[in-house]
């Protein structure tokens, strides 16, 4: 039994409701767009005023048509469309486009419009596209039910796009690169259906391949990741996400009513979910190229074949800079080489076959390479030289691409490349202007490929925390209507949960602070304790190499003091006295983002963490797996694992801490944010401690 959505997609009846005789108007031109694509099913025009549109039966309202209708196609002004809306849940249709334009994104009123129809929709359970969308395509259905004449040939790429723009971009190059479609859907205001939607029912769509999204912000991040995670077991989706910078993200907002969610935070459930972020238009275009095109690659290692060492040269280049191995071709390899093409430029791999290379030079090259084990990938580079046939090579790779490896071609070049490039395209094999896009390409591949290896159980390991301990503490502050946790406060959770700190106590007056002192022994640390002073070292708030009861006492005073001086109304309970630990300082945080719920955050700690701002994150739930992959994505790792000598650090133990931590964020939601700046990390099997917490609680209306 079809679903709602396959039904809007392979509907057997649609109904256009705004087409007329003026083929200006957007919903002609969608009606036209209809009749063009060669839609088989039936079709109806809603429009008062008319008897036919183009040839087509129109009546004057939806509840005039007698027969059942599986999709209704909206384009009227913004004020009628709650109508339509109402009249199809009177006739039942289960699913609706509506392109018409004027609601949230032009605004409040316009925001309360599209409330209007989201009341209609969810009560009549029908599945909504829009509004201010582009419109939808199902090449296999042979429907254009969209406002433009591109209609790309069948395949196996679907489209899904928030921008109508973008989408028809996409589009147009499909066509002229001779790719082929399966499913497209412009989204626009998303009021109903969202790309985890779309991502569902492509997963069980046998006609697509591969899925390609250009994205602007998400509504609900943990669903789409979940049906990210899903789909791309078998399907790799890529996405064009926008908005990276501040700018950006303001205009992505005000483009369609979104709101853009941090730049990075998106990265981390990307990775979480095996997606592939690109980060424009061409790198979106090559990526889908190859995967349309292509077998997936089995692992790492590429042949680079060339009849011109400039261009294997540039190939060898990229391939460092994207991560991909160059095959280390076998001896016997490279002596077949040298016997099959007697006095080719160089057998090593990039392989140059030199200048005046014929085809069948070409042929042999790629049939020695492609049995070599350590031969997993191929790019084919070519220049437009007198000496070479290009067309003729063209058909040797399309002849060689029956072999099943993976590859990409690359002639570039002008009027005599293209030509060759039209045999290469006609012959299913993906193409790209430059050596490097060609490697790219190849990168993608193996990126992909990487991500479905990663061990990724999305759960995390069982816990025996004291939850009611933490919630306690939790409780007592919302008692005082404070949002912010004591340093102490902070550090009763993290103990609840199992987290290692350091013997401390607490002091009120300089002689407390001996007492506490002389019971915990030298060398020791002294911050200042308030719930209202987050970052203490900015205000001189810790002292450190505290080695006798003199200097006890006058870091007491000197704290008082810069805590009294900076923050004149804050609560200040006093000091936190803690035996000094010694160690590589990281910061581990916890922070709940808007659209993907709670995020895990790691980097270099203490004063690094805001000059290098280098800090990596992942998206929750986490296993143990992820969390040690999150600690080598960072640079941190590269200190912590032996750096010049230095004695390595316990990671074992940080991964303990991390994990305890992300237990934290999928238990007590009423956290906002965690950091611990720093952790310090002890030499091997020395452990690992937090030597600081903050903790912000979500405000009550949250």
């Known amino acids: 039994m079809l679903s709602m959505l396959d039904r809007m997609f392979s509907p ?111 009560r009549s359970g029908m599945r909504a596209v829009g509004p201010n969308c582009f419109g939808i395509m199902d090449t296999s259905a042979r429907m254009n039910a969209t406002f ?38 412009s989204l626009g205001n998303k009021m109903d259906v969202q790309e985890a939607d779309l991502l569902l ?51 992505a907002s005000s483009h369609t009513g979104s709101i ?91 392989v140059d076959l030199r200048g005046d290379a014929t085809a069948d030079m070409f042929i042999k090259a790629m049939e020695i390479l492609s049995e070599d084990p350590a031969v997993n990938g191929m790019v084919l580079l070519s220049a437009p030289v007198d000496t070479v046939d290009l067309e003729a090579v063209s058909k040797a790779a399309v002849d060689f691409s029956e072999k099943k490896i993976p590859m990409a071609v690359s002639f570039p070049g002008g009027e005599e490349s293209d030509r060759a490039l039209t045999i290469i395209r006609e012959g299913g094999l993906p193409d790209f202007p430059t050596p490097e896009r060609a490697v790219g390409a190849m990168a993608f591949m193996l990126r992909y490929r990487e991500g479905l290896e990663r061990v990724n159980e999305n759960e995390l390991p069982s816990s025996d925390a004291d939850i009611n301990e933490a919630r306690e503490v939790i409780r007592l502050a919302r008692e005082s209507d404070r949002d912010s946790l004591s340093e102490e406060e902070g550090k009763r959770i993290l103990k609840a949960y ?47 190499g505290l080695e006798d009861e003199d200097s006890v006492k006058e870091a007491f005073k000197l704290i008082m003091e810069r805590a009294r001086r900076s923050f004149p109304g804050a609560k200040i309970e006093g000091v936190s006295i803690q035996r000094m630990v010694k160690g590589e300082e990281v910061i581990v945080s916890l922070v709940r983002d808007e659209t993907f719920g709670p995020v895990l955050s790691y980097g270099m700690g203490g004063i690094f963490v805001e000059i290098l701002k280098e800090v990596s994150q992942r ?47 999928m238990d007590l939601e009423e956290i906002e944010e965690l950091e611990i700046n720093p952790v310090m990390v002890g030499p091997m099997i020395e452990g690992c401690w937090a030597v600081d917490a903050l903790v912000t609680l979500r405000r009550k209306d949250q």
């Open 12 to 122: 057997r009846c649609i109904a256009v409701v705004g087409a007329s005789r003026d083929e200006r108007k957007v919903g002609s031109m969608l009606l036209g767009n209809l009749l063009s694509s060669g839609y088989e099913g039936d079709l109806v025009v809603i429009n008062p005023g008319a008897s036919e549109v183009m040839g087509v039966k129109s009546l004057p309202s939806l509840l005039d048509v007698e027969q059942d209708i599986d999709l209704v196609v909206v384009a009227v002004p913004s004020g009628s469309v709650k109508q339509v809306l109402l009249d199809a849940e009177r006739k039942g249709v289960p699913a609706a486009v509506v392109i018409s334009a004027g609601f949230r994104e032009e605004g409040a009123e316009g925001r309360l419009m599209e409330e209007e129809l989201m009341e209609v929709v969810r």
């Open 148 to 185: 433009t004449s591109l209609w790309p040939q069948e395949g196996n790429i679907a489209l899904i796009s928030q921008s109508g723009a973008v989408g028809s971009t996409v589009l147009d190059w499909m066509m002229k690169m001779g790719l082929g479609l399966s499913r497209f859907a």
């Open 201 to 251: 029912m492509l997963e069980n769509d046998p006609k697509t391949r591969v899925v390609g999204a250009y994205i602007e912000g998400l509504e609900d991040g943990r669903r789409f990741i979940e049906a990210a995670s899903s789909i791309t077991r078998s399907k790799p989706v890529v996405v064009l996400k926008s908005g990276r910078s501040e700018s950006g993200a303001r205009a």
């Open 260 to 350: 853009a969610g941090s730049d990075q935070v998106y990265d981390a459930a990307f990775i979480k979910a095996n997606v592939l972020r690109v980060d424009d238009l061409d790198s979106f275009f090559d990526a889908m190229s190859i995967f349309s095109r292509m077998p997936l690659i089995e692992r790492d290692g590429i042949a680079v074949v060339s009849n011109a060492g400039g261009l294997g040269v540039m190939a060898a280049d990229a391939c460092s800079e994207t991560g991909v191995s160059l095959a280390s071709l076998s001896r016997s390899t490279m002596e077949a080489l040298e016997e099959a093409i007697p006095g080719m430029a160089s057998s090593l791999n990039p």
């Open 498 to 544: 199992g987290v290692p700190v350091p013997v401390e106590g607490i002091a009120d007056s300089c002689v407390e602070a001996v007492d506490v002192a002389r019971a915990l022994g030298y060398p020791l640390v002294m911050k200042v304790l308030s719930p209202d002073i987050h970052h203490k070292t900015d205000i001189g708030g810790v002292i450190v």
């Open 619 to 665: 998206v929750l739930p986490l296993s143990r797996e992820e969390v040690d992959d999150l600690i080598r994505s960072n640079k941190a790792y590269q200190l912590l694992s032996g750096a010049r000598g230095r004695p390595p650090g316990d990671l074992g133990s940080l991964t303990d801490i991390m994990v305890k931590v992300a237990r934290i964020g």
